[in-house]
């Protein structure tokens, strides 16, 4: 290879990288979940139930249609003072129109859930917060 190829294949190389290394930037920010996002934290009455109501929320409202982004789970334990740790399960649905987030509240199966695990929770937190960049 010739000096002027070899030094061609290495500005290309560099320039590669540096386009690589553009994107992820301290100004480029993380993918956003959804543009109405829906957390909900259960303080359940008894906790050992709480692994009854993660795989009803698994298996009744993950699948409803219009959801783009999903999570059910247990509290994070971090030992930090300033993150909250008065719930039983954690759950997080996105959705990215109006539409589809009035549909999961009122599909049958959101509602069966909620008919289930409303007297058996001691509180019930509800947030919607809505992503106005997207």
């Not at 690589?20 to 139930?49: E, M, W, Y």
């Not at 993660?54 to 030992?79: K, M, W």
């Not at 509602?111 to 947030?127: A, M, S, Y």
Request: a negative charge; charged letters at 20%.
């Amino acid at each position: 290879m010739n000096r002027r190829a070899l030094a061609l294949a290495a500005l290309l190389g560099c320039s590669i990288t540096l386009t690589g290394c553009a994107s992820n930037s301290v100004g480029t920010l993380p993918p956003r979940p959804a543009l109405i996002n829906h957390p909900v934290f259960f303080t359940l009455k008894d906790p050992s139930q709480a692994d009854e109501l993660i795989a009803d929320c698994n298996q009744r409202l993950a699948r409803i249609p219009g959801i783009v982004s999903y999570y059910c789970g247990r509290h994070f334990e971090t030992g930090r003072d300033t993150v909250s740790d008065d719930y039983t399960v954690g759950l997080f649905v996105g959705f990215d129109s109006a539409e589809h987030y009035e549909a999961y509240v009122t599909h049958h199966d959101h509602v069966w859930l909620v008919q289930k695990w409303r007297p058996r929770t001691e509180i019930l937190r509800v947030h919607d917060i809505l992503d106005e960049s997207r």
